[in-house]
């Protein structure tokens, strides 16, 4: 399944097209809720979401701070006491827009390391978002 994401996803030329099949990709290997938070500027400039969870403003403040520190920001976790969702940050280069990746685990049936293959799509999710950005950024 990330062999097949990481080819489809090198071959699209759209940020919206990119979270999206990033959302959904994520969501047929955990079987859970996704969403991703683009930001640029310090600003929410896109939310995609597949599952059945209506994101709640605990989850945008979730996303944010793991974008903030860097780190994954776990739901029920201090800072994210609200959250449903566990975050993990996307780092991009400079300029683009940054990502944060939120997976809505049941408590009862988390997953032993989900961090290996959550972080395995999101550098792939900057390397496309980067080259996107960076081929619409020049002159």
Same mark, same amino acid.
Request: net charge neutral; hydrophobic share 50%; glycine share 6%.
């Given at each position: ?6 080819? =489809?996803? %090198?071959?699209?030329?759209? %940020? ?11 969501? &047929? ?5 996704? #969403? ?8 929410? #400039?896109?939310?995609?979401? #597949? ?16 974008? +903030?520190? !860097?780190? #994954?920001?776990? %739901?029920?976790?201090?800072? &994210?006491?609200?959250? /449903? ?10 300029? !683009?827009?940054? %990502? &944060?990746?939120?997976?809505?685990? =049941?408590?009862?049936?988390?997953? +032993? +390391?989900?961090?290996?293959?959550? =972080? ?7 390397? &496309?978002? =980067? /080259?996107?950005?960076? /081929?619409?950024? /020049?002159?």
């Amino acid at each position: 399944m990330l062999q097949t994401y990481s080819r =489809d996803v %090198a071959g699209i030329d759209n %940020a919206k097209a990119i979270v999206s099949i990033t959302c959904h990709t994520l969501a &047929a290997l955990f079987q859970v809720p996704v #969403v991703v938070i683009l930001v640029l500027d310090g600003k929410v #400039v896109s939310v995609e979401k #597949v599952g059945n969870i209506a994101l709640q403003e605990a989850e945008i403040e979730a996303a944010q701070s793991s974008l +903030a520190t !860097g780190l #994954v920001v776990s %739901a029920g976790v201090y800072p &994210a006491l609200t959250s /449903r969702f566990d975050f993990w940050p996307v780092k991009t280069t400079a300029g !683009g827009p940054r %990502a &944060a990746i939120g997976l809505a685990f =049941d408590p009862d049936e988390r997953p +032993a +390391a989900p961090s290996t293959s959550v =972080d395995i799509v999101g550098r792939f999710l900057a390397l &496309a978002l =980067d /080259r996107q950005h960076f /081929r619409h950024a /020049r002159p």
